[in-house]
């Protein structure tokens, strides 16, 4: 039997820094966001020991280094060896080096479809126990919807769906390494003021237009990188109810509450960058799609 399941990418609404643990880990309060831009993999049991991973629309390693490959180690390790070796197939959608959280959707759905493989029935939280194992979004891609998210991402608290809207997403070409940015953004002299508390009274109240005003990432004031402004000021152009950085980037994502209008904005940006996606809300984890007999 074959599993397939997805998971969505994620969004930061507001990203703050709020603290280093003595490990070195960056301690965090964050709005997240997942959409419908998801990632796909396919699992099945193989009958040779070990873990066999394939990926298509990416070049990226196919060993421990790869996130879908130590989400099914970690799978295998805590359920006792119930599969005599796994195969994987990875599809991928979500821009690397972007700050969606396209690696973690990649471990999120592995392991989504090798609970329902294995037959264990591990919980949700289960699941997020183990995900937190391979990497801090891993959790909310998972449980997915709209969450706050604290300590190093992983401890998450639900929030109401926002409004409808639509979401454009463009990965311009510039980018800078997690590590890059992490460094800049504790050498900073002044990082923006928390909003997180004001964009939390606003997706409880339905208020859309104030969730687009509202967005703050402390990475978008530090970095700076001229594709990533040169797409705010298209987005603006096309009447965004609010725009910026997703992550650490270099991915830039706009908020809108007409379809034409974003429409019309998501084709500008593909004329400059490939990497440009129109999405929806997507309160959906990560889920089982289908079961196929081999």
């Known amino acids: 039997m074959r599993v397939t399941a997805t998971a ?3 969004i930061n609404l507001t990203l703050d820094i709020t603290g280093r643990r003595e490990d070195g880990y960056h301690l965090v309060h964050t709005i997240l966001q997942g959409i419908s831009l998801r990632e796909s993999v396919v699992v099945w049991e193989e009958k040779n020991p070990g873990i066999a991973l394939a990926i298509t629309g ?3 390693p196919v060993d421990e280094r790869n996130t879908a490959w130590k989400a099914a180690a970690v799978f295998q390790e805590k359920t006792g060896h119930l599969l005599r070796g796994i195969g994987i197939r990875v599809h991928k959608r979500v821009p690397m080096g972007a700050g969606l ?3 973690s959707a990649d471990a999120a759905a592995v392991l ?4 329902e493989l294995a037959g264990t029935r ?3 939280d289960e699941l997020c126990g183990l995900g937190e194992q391979v990497g801090a979004d891993v959790p909310f891609c998972i449980l997915g919807g709209t969450a706050v998210g604290t300590g190093i991402g992983t401890i998450l608290n639900p929030l109401p769906d926002l409004p409808d809207c639509w979401i454009v997403v463009a990965k311009p070409d510039d980018s800078i390494s997690t590590a890059e940015a992490y460094r800049k953004l504790d050498t900073a002299a002044d990082l923006p003021v928390s909003r997180a508390s004001v964009m939390e009274d606003a ?3 339905g208020d859309l237009i104030t969730v687009g005003r509202e967005l703050c990432n402390a990475f978008d004031a530090v970095t700076s990188l001229p594709g990533v402004e040169e797409i705010k000021r298209v987005m603006r152009a096309h009447r965004t109810l609010g725009c910026q950085m997703t ?3 270099s991915a830039v994502f706009g908020l809108f509450d007409e379809w034409a209008a ?3 904005c998501a084709a500008v940006l593909k004329l400059q960058w490939e990497e440009t996606f129109l999405c929806r809300l997507d309160p959906a984890g990560a889920r089982v799609e289908r079961e196929n007999g081999l």
């Open 8 to 10: 969505p990418a994620k």
């Open 58 to 60: 990416a070049d990226l």
């Open 101 to 103: 959280a396209g690696g």
């Open 112 to 115: 989504a479809a090798l609970n």
């Open 122 to 124: 591990l919980r949700p």
């Open 203 to 205: 997706i409880c109240s």
């Open 247 to 249: 992550g650490s980037g």
């Open 262 to 264: 974003a429409e019309r």
